[in-house]
């Protein structure tokens, strides 16, 4: 049986959050591509900076509909 969420390291996740936030994307829509949950993720950015890891803040993209 395989495993639906893989279990990640902490290394795993922090180089995951870099990630998303250095993608110009929202971290919704980054989750959403990378199929984990906002609630897992946000969840992970708290304990890491309980740990006191480095975690950028999200960039912030306002899109205007023409």
């Known amino acids: 049986m395989t495993q639906r969420n893989p279990r990640r390291t902490d290394e795993e996740w922090l180089s995951l959050i870099q990630e998303c936030r250095s993608s110009g994307l929202s971290d919704k829509c980054w989750c959403e591509e990378h199929h984990i949950h906002t609630s897992n993720f946000y969840y992970q950015i708290r304990r890491l ?7 950028p803040e999200p960039i912030f993209i306002i899109s205007i509909k023409t």
């Open 49 to 55: 900076r309980k740990k006191a890891c480095t975690i």
